[in-house]
T-cell receptor
């Protein structure tokens, strides 16, 4: 199956706290896993992405942890700020496979993050 | 560097009408994908174009179609609009269609 399951649906954290969003996938052919941030009235913006040959990738306050054997990956937002309040989507893609993979990201259902000041 | 530009930003159409949405990709990006975003179904892939050819298509009825021009700009068309077609339509561009997708701000379509 091509599904990507994301949890939680919503998350409330205090300023300075850690936000953690989890995703699980089924298709072992997926080999590119991006996270997107979306503000109201805007399109999704790429935050950070990982390929399965590494277990962790960090960019600033954002870290992806990847567990290939469990088919799970997660986004950690350190020192969460009110400006981080947005909807976050995980996604997965089969890269370099041609055919039915071209242009197709499979998205999780999204997590609405609220960071209280 | 200009981003992905989608026009118009908002549209209101009546059931049964047809609509055309436009997407201008980032310069140098030859792959354009289209997605439908709704609260119930989330983000769903519609189709992808590369060098004026549709290479991939999602599970949407034939009322949804698209095309790409030689300058990589793309349009999508929805015919015989239904109330359920109300959604945010997003396009994304990449160089090759294999990752690094950049999305536009979308076109909000409301069907009444």
């Amino acid at each position: 199956q091509q599904q990507v399951k994301q949890s939680p649906q919503s998350l409330i954290v205090q300023k300075g706290g850690i936000s953690i969003i989890n995703c699980a996938y089924e298709n072992t052919a997926f080999d590119y896993f991006p996270w997107y941030q979306q503000f109201p009235g805007k399109g999704p913006a790429l935050l950070i992405a990982i390929r399965p040959d590494v277990s962790e990738k960090k960019e600033g306050r954002f870290t992806i942890s990847f567990n290939k054997s469990a088919k799970q990956f997660s986004l950690h937002i350190m020192d969460s700020q009110p400006g981080d309040s947005a909807t976050y989507f995980c996604a997965a893609h089969v890269a370099n496979a041609g055919g039915t993979s071209y242009g197709k990201l499979t998205f999780g259902q999204g997590t609405i993050l609220t960071v209280h000041p | 560097k200009a981003g992905v530009t989608q026009t118009p930003r908002y549209l209101i159409k009546t059931r049964g009408q047809q609509v055309t949405l436009s997407c201008s990709p980032i310069s140098g990006h030859r792959s354009v994908s289209w997605y439908q975003q709704t609260p119930g179904q989330g983000l769903q892939f519609l189709f992808e174009y590369f060098s004026e050819t549709q290479r991939n298509k999602g599970n949407f009825p034939g009322r949804f179609s698209g095309r790409q021009f030689s300058n990589s700009r793309s349009e999508m068309n929805v015919s015989t609009l239904e109330l359920g077609d109300s959604a945010l339509y997003l396009c994304a561009s990449t160089r090759t269609g294999d990752g690094g997708y950049t999305f536009g701000s979308g076109t909000r379509l409301t069907v009444v």
